[in-house]
T-cell receptor, first 110, second 113 residues
Framework: GENVEQHPSTLSVQEGDSAVIKCTYS??????FPWYKQELGKGPQLIID?????GEKKDQRIAVTLNKTAKHFSLHITETQPEDSAVYFC?????????FGDGTTLTVKP | DGGITQSPKYLFRKEGQNVTLSCEQN?????MYWYRQDPGQGLRLIYY???????QKGDIAEGYSVSREKKESFPLTVTSAQKNPTAFYLC????????????FGPGTRLTVT
């Protein structure tokens, strides 16, 4: 089955700095790669996603890149703010079934 | 408001008892999912259903059971056969069984002692 590895597990940055989270996947048939943000005690919420026919996607301060050959994708957050502090999960999906990474706890220090 | 509701938010049970977690959605989504989340780990798929009256086992289905008699409802039963049931349980739905965003409920924290 699919295996998704996510790094780092924790990330601490100063407000205004950039944050990068990386994921690798094993199943070359995976074709949809969402990123979710989870705040304490809540369910995850989609922040950005990318499909396998696209290499990069951007939405304001958030961007995702996908390298299908290397089977890895990354989340980039620029100009980080304290409200960006949360747990971030990547996922690799195929046929409606998603496999999630173990999550990255991002802390943005004011 | 459209969304997914899970109840209750906190649930306490004694070991050996079965317990059912509720999940309801009014998004008119065909697909629904149950995940288990443990501290420091990602979401692990328990069961999923792509259409009413049909469901498939996920990666960690042992000790759990589900039903999908109505489009909007996908209850999860944690049976006494589940060896380590204490966890945070998340229900999600998506438009259909294809590759689309999943919408998550607020979760149920189950504690079994």
């Amino acid at each position: 089955g699919e295996n998704v590895e996510q790094h780092p597990s924790t990330l601490s940055v100063q407000e205004g700095d950039s944050a990068v989270i990386k994921c690798t996947y094993s199943d070359s048939a995976s074709n949809y790669f969402p990123w979710y943000k989870q705040e304490l005690g809540k369910g995850p919420q989609l922040i950005i996603d990318i499909r396998s026919n696209v290499g990069e996607k951007k939405d304001q301060r958030i961007a995702v890149t996908l390298n299908k050959t290397a089977k890895h994708f990354s989340l980039h957050i620029t100009e980080t703010q304290p409200e960006d502090s949360a747990v971030y999960f990547c996922a690799a999906s195929r046929g409606g079934k998603s496999t999630f990474g173990d999550g990255t706890t991002l802390t943005v220090k004011p | 408001d459209g969304g997914i509701t899970q109840s209750p938010k906190y649930l306490f049970r004694k070991e050996g008892q079965n317990v059912t977690l509720s999940c309801e959605q009014n998004l008119n989504h065909d697909a629904m999912y149950w995940y288990r989340q443990d501290p420091g780990q990602g979401l692990r798929l328990i069961y999923y259903s792509q259409i009413v009256n049909d469901f498939q086992k996920g990666d960690i289905a042992e000790g759990y059971s589900v039903s999908r008699e109505k489009k909007e409802s996908f209850p999860l039963t944690v049976t006494s056969a589940q060896k380590n049931p204490t966890a945070f349980y998340l229900c999600a739905s998506s438009i259909d069984g294809g590759t689309y965003e999943q919408y998550f409920g607020p979760g149920t924290r189950l504690t079994v002692t």
